[in-house]
């Protein structure tokens, strides 16, 4: 019986540092999530932030602008998430983090119609985007580090 609750015990440590990294790679994804929801659905509108059409701050297109760093953040961080915790080589990475960021960002477009706020279809071609730019950069970034040294053979 003291075996047992050894073996327990021993398995309960194996498993906390295997949570502790899976919540370190994927609160801030989460959080960004969060980030994003609120800034989509929550009562700030885009022209409060951008100075809006009167005001002498004001940048044409500005909220495209946000929507496209946003995304590209969020994709970053969902990639990043991937990539130490799922076995996906970086091409299957990039294209995950694209497709989860692009339809987070087409859903929460579609939300905002019932929260008293419109809808645009250039809002969420803005997120998708900024979601394939951070991809693609994140590609070509990690298949750069990945790739086998000159004179040595792949792992088959």
């Known amino acids: 019986m003291a075996m047992m609750s050894t073996d327990r015990g021993s398995a309960r440590a194996t498993r906390r540092p295997k949570l502790t990294r899976l919540l370190w790679l994927w609160t801030p994804a989460v959080a960004a999530m969060a980030a994003l ?83 645009s279809i250039l809002d969420a071609l803005s997120s998708i985007a900024g979601a394939a730019l951070a991809a693609l950069v994140w590609w070509l970034l990690a298949r750069r580090t990945t790739r086998p040294r000159q004179g040595t053979r792949p792992a088959a």
Not at 37 to 46: I, K, N
């Open 37 to 119: 929801a609120y800034a989509s659905l929550g009562p700030v509108q885009p022209s409060d932030i951008t100075g809006g059409a009167g005001s002498s701050f004001a940048i044409p297109q500005a909220d495209k602008l946000m929507h496209v760093a946003a995304y590209a953040v969020f994709t970053v961080l969902v990639a990043r998430a991937l990539r130490a915790s799922a076995s996906l080589r970086p091409r299957g990475v990039a294209l995950a983090a694209f497709g989860v960021a692009s339809a987070y960002g087409g859903l929460l477009e579609y939300l905002q119609q019932f929260v008293g706020r419109g809808t």
